[in-house]
Nanobody
Framework: VQLQASGGGLVQPGGFLRLSCAVS????????VGWFRQAPGKEREGVSC????????SFADSVKNRFTISRDNAKNTVYLQMNSLNPEDTAVYFC????????????????????WGHGTLVTVSS
C-alpha cells in the first residue's frame, strides 16, 4: 500500500489549498483516512479524519470551520480542503489509512493507521 500526498505549496495568509492523498495497492473503500501535520519543532498533530463510510469526520479545534475532508473512491483519493490559511498552518502534511474497514467513526490519533505517505509541505507566509 502506498500513499502519495500532494498539493502543498506557498500560499499567502487567508488563502486556500487542496491537498490530495492518492492511494495505490489497495482500494480505499471503507478504510478510514487521517490527515496529520508536523510543524518545525512541534509534535505531530492529527488534523482531520474521515470514516470508511464517510458518515463521520473529525477536525482539530485549530482547523474547525476552515478545513473540510472528502474522498473520491473512484479515484482512490482523499482530499483536504484548507481555507483561510494562517501562518500557524505551516507544516508538513501527511495522510494515512487504516488496514481495515471502519464504519461510523475515525480517529485523529496515529495508532490506527499503519500506512503513511510522504508528506507535502504547506507554507503560509506573506
Amino acid at each position: 500500500v502506498q500513499l502519495q500526498a500532494s498539493g502543498g505549496g506557498l500560499v499567502q495568509p487567508g488563502g486556500f489549498l487542496r491537498l490530495s492523498c492518492a492511494v495505490s495497492g489497495t482500494t480505499l473503500d471503507y478504510y478510514a483516512v487521517g490527515w496529520f501535520r508536523q510543524a518545525p519543532g512541534k509534535e505531530r498533530e492529527g488534523v482531520s479524519c474521515i470514516s470508511g463510510d464517510d458518515r463521520s469526520t473529525s477536525f482539530a479545534d485549530s482547523v474547525k470551520n476552515r478545513f473540510t475532508i472528502s474522498r473520491d473512491n473512484a479515484k482512490n483519493t482523499v482530499y483536504l480542503q484548507m481555507n483561510s490559511l494562517n501562518p500557524e498552518d505551516t507544516a508538513v502534511y501527511f495522510c494515512a489509512t487504516t488496514s481495515y474497514r471502519v464504519y461510523g467513526r475515525c480517529s485523529r490519533y496515529a495508532g490506527p493507521y499503519p500506512y503513511w505517505g510522504h508528506g507535502t509541505l504547506v507554507t503560509v507566509s506573506s
